[in-house]
């Protein structure tokens, strides 16, 4: 079946424009990095629509220098937006300066061989490919993405825009076969019916693939803040536990030791009158990346509460432990915590004790380093 050229244009670019309004209405749902991404991807959705309908309006409400001009210029800027989306989303910042220039530069070249050499084939090659590469790019950018866990997920929508860089690598190629070779852009044939039927399937997949990869990226962030205390970055009490719990249970079963260290910040209470409640949540954010960094990747490290912290190290004996407390203890008197204009001095204490494989107990372990803490605490006042 052989349909209306510019009436499969038509309603292509209508549903660009309705899927790109779609995703700037629901990045308003979201916030960060997710609405700016989902905003650029849903420009990017409007600047290809604006470029088709100056395919469809050629000749009849624009010159043809006017519309070739303006459709490659915005079907490429808007093909560019797509790949800044997935940028964007990524965490990364906008590289516009070079996704613009190839915009302008292969729009220029399709200027020139509509005035100098007026061949068609040129100008389907040249948009055709750049729109290709650049869809190409966002769907490896998509399948490379270290914001989504779901491969699933990023396979399925990196394979979207493949499908449409697939889409517009066939137009170029197409144009090299007599059924691909059009007189006229609007000519009726079942090659070009069938290459806009499926890019315009291939723009709806692409915006529904990339809210679904977006939808899945926020799900993952609610199951962080779950885990996650929101002030310093490390497990909560709750997520921590349940490490332990999990680790215990491996070294039950493989006999190799395991300790903990609690550890208390000695003289908290004068820390939040002295510099306020921002000088006490920078503080314990100090403390956090203390501990981060003077522990090994593999240890657990969580705040269970207020200035309390605690920390699993699977392996190790209770010597090690004491060797990792020493070095915890050490390292926040050597290094205060800036704020503002000050250095907040900074003592903490620590307790450590290890689990007692043959009756492995996460209550008892933990009253044991606690004691151990207190102890400590007791003897540095």
């Not at 390292?331 to 900074?346: D, Q, R, T, V």
């Not at 996460?362 to 606690?370: C, G, K």
């Amino acid at each position: 079946m052989i349909l209306d050229i510019r009436t499969i244009l038509f309603f292509t670019s209508l549903n660009s424009c309705i899927t790109g309004i779609g995703l700037m209405a629901a990045s308003l749902s979201y916030s960060d990095s997710l609405r700016k991404s989902m905003y650029v991807m849903g420009r990017g959705s409007l600047l290809l629509m604006a470029g088709m309908l100056f395919v469809v309006l050629r000749e009849s409400c624009v010159s043809p220098l006017f519309s070739i001009t303006a459709a490659n210029f915005f079907m490429l800027w808007g093909g560019g937006e797509l790949y800044q989306a997935l940028r964007i989303f990524d965490g990364g910042e906008p590289e516009r300066r070079w996704t613009g220039t190839l915009a302008v530069l292969l729009t220029l070249v399709n200027v020139f061989f509509y005035v100098v050499f007026d061949i068609l084939q040129v100008r389907l090659v040249v948009l055709s490919l750049g729109i290709s590469v650049l869809a190409g790019l966002a769907g490896l950018k998509t399948l490379r993405s270290s914001s989504v866990p779901d491969s699933r997920v990023r396979i399925t929508s990196s394979l979207s825009f493949w499908l449409l860089a697939f889409v517009f690598a066939l137009r170029a190629g197409g144009t090299f076969f007599p059924d691909g070779n059009p007189a006229g852009i609007f000519e009726n044939s079942v090659w070009q019916t069938f290459i806009y039927a499926l890019a315009s399937i291939g723009f709806t997949l692409m915006n529904f693939s990339f809210l679904l990869l977006c939808n899945d990226q926020f799900n993952h962030h609610l199951g962080q803040l779950a885990l996650t205390d929101p002030l310093t970055g490390l497990f909560n009490r709750r997520a921590f536990t349940d490490m332990a719990l999990r680790e215990m249970a491996c070294s039950s079963r493989s006999g190799e030791p395991l300790s903990l260290i609690m550890i208390d910040a000695d003289g908290f209470k004068n820390i939040n009158d002295t510099y306020g409640h921002a000088g006490g949540d920078r503080v314990l954010q100090h403390i956090a990346a203390l501990i981060k960094e003077k522990v090994r990747p593999h240890d657990v490290v969580g705040r269970l509460g207020g200035d309390e912290f605690a920390v699993l190290l699977p392996g190790a004996d209770h010597a090690t432990a004491l060797g990792v407390e020493e070095r915890l203890v050490t390292a926040a008197m050597e290094y205060p915590a800036p704020f503002k204009e000050w250095k907040i001095p900074l003592e903490i204490s620590a307790g450590s004790a290890s689990l007692n494989l043959i009756s492995p107990d996460f209550d008892d372990l933990l009253s044991r380093a606690d004691d151990a803490l207190y102890r400590a605490k007791g003897q540095r006042q």
